[in-house]
């Protein structure tokens, strides 16, 4: 691989770049800007899959089965790339669900298989923290095997403000209530220049960043993102990718990262701004992985790309694909036309396509199953015609 990477016909301004890769040094923000400068995006591809290599063996590609809820949609900040939101309980399509009726709607998704629920959703200004509690509660008494990732940063801050209490405190009582890990949404664009343009409200780069900091020192891993594709340029997404990266090398406490490709339909911001390309997805994905040396994943989140980008993604960089999802609001509001949800086998097909092995996993990157075998060994019953012929899953992949 190193002898391949050193004797690409690649662009020679990539030439110092090749070789601080294949030789293991870490790239500055000037390398940084010069691979999203470079045209070359089946080098910069490669180098990424070096990287992967070198992490995670690149053999590999991860899975959960995972249950997304999103408990309300009613939220007090105001942000411009965002169609989630409702900012009334009175506004047409404004959600509350109480503990108990977040159970009955998930309670026919739960099967033995799924290890994490994932928790987003609206700043309720009228809920209280307590709410909050009570959800994690609610779930962890009736699924107490299953992981709750829950909350973001910006709602860790939002419950602060709240309440008076300090994050730290906030996080204590959380974890008493159930909480395993954290997302790493709400992260958006660091620079002040662009977040006071997208979500001026919210929590800035450095308060994100403290509480991700406060949860390492508690315990909690947590997740880490980047929105990418609207009104920010390349310096800001080096310039993000950085900061995450100084804090990973600070705290060991980051999982994963997932770039995030912004959705402009029915938001403010996307008025006059079209999808970003899948060329841009790809070397963003791809770039992340060579600047974030120190995270242990990338994950390509395929609802929000597209299953075949996400396929696609394997090769520049990832080895992560998320979950089976189940239910997903936030970027189907935004204009998103993927399924909402994968079974296991759509995503072994996926994995497999790509010349890569499915690993189950749980939250924590625990491996559950290892998927060795050809594709038909797994196939339910419902997938195969009387001649033992796989069907057509949701969507073609190949």
């Known amino acids: 691989m190193l002898d391949t990477l050193t004797s690409l016909s690649h662009t020679r301004e990539l030439d110092d770049i090749v070789e601080k890769v294949v030789a293991g040094e870490r790239l500055s923000f000037d390398d940084g800007m010069r691979l999203f400068q470079s045209f070359d995006l089946l080098t910069i591809g490669q180098l990424a899959d070096l990287v992967n290599r070198r992490i995670n063996g690149g053999e590999y590609v991860y899975f959960n089965q995972n249950r997304h809820i999103n408990p309300t949609n009613v939220c007090a900040f105001h942000c411009n790339f965002c169609s989630f939101a409702r900012h009334s309980d009175d506004e047409p399509g404004a959600y509350t669900w109480t503990p108990e009726q977040i159970l009955d709607r998930i309670r026919g998704d739960v099967h033995p298989r799924v290890t994490e629920f994932h928790i987003v959703g609206g700043l309720h200004p009228q809920l209280g ?3 909050y509690e009570d959800v994690l509660r609610a779930l962890k008494r009736e699924y107490p095997h299953i992981h709750l990732k829950a909350f973001t940063a910006v709602e860790i801050d939002f419950f602060s403000q709240m309440t008076g209490l300090d994050h730290e405190t906030i996080l204590r009582r959380l974890m008493d209530a159930g909480l395993g890990s954290m997302p790493g949404g709400g992260a958006e664009i660091f620079h002040p220049d662009i977040r006071r343009r997208i979500c001026p409200e919210k929590a800035d780069a450095e308060t994100w960043l403290e ?3 406060t949860a390492h020192r508690l315990g909690l891993r947590t997740n880490a993102t980047m929105l990418y594709g609207h009104i920010e340029r390349y310096e800001h997404r080096v310039d993000h990718l950085l900061r995450l990266r100084e804090l990973q090398d600070e ?3 980051f999982q994963t990262f997932i770039p995030l ?12 701004l079209d999808w970003t390309s899948a060329h841009d997805t790809l070397k963003t994905m791809a770039v992340s992985r060579i600047l974030l040396d120190n995270f242990p994943h990338i994950k390509a989140y395929w609802v929000m790309l597209t299953p075949p980008i996400a396929q696609l993604s394997l090769h520049f960089g990832a080895d992560d694909i998320d979950g089976t999802v189940v239910e997903e609001k936030i970027y189907h509001d935004a204009g998103a036309t993927t399924e909402e ?6 995503l072994l097909r996926l994995i497999k396509a790509a010349g890569k092995t499915p690993v189950e996993r749980d939250t924590l990157y625990n491996v559950i199953e290892v998927y060795d075998q050809p594709l038909e060994a797994y196939a339910p019953a419902s997938r195969k015609t009387r001649r033992g012929k796989l069907k057509v899953a949701h969507i073609e992949l190949n």
Do not use: A, I, Q
């Not at 490709?261 to 006059?272: K, M, Q, S």
């Not at 949800?341 to 759509?346: A, G, N, Y």
């Open 261 to 272: 490709r912004y959705h402009p339909e029915n938001n403010n911001l996307g008025r006059h």
């Open 341 to 346: 949800f994968l079974d296991k086998f759509d």
């Open 129 to 131: 923290f307590e709410y």
């Open 211 to 213: 509480v991700h900091r």
């Open 251 to 253: 705290t060991g406490g």
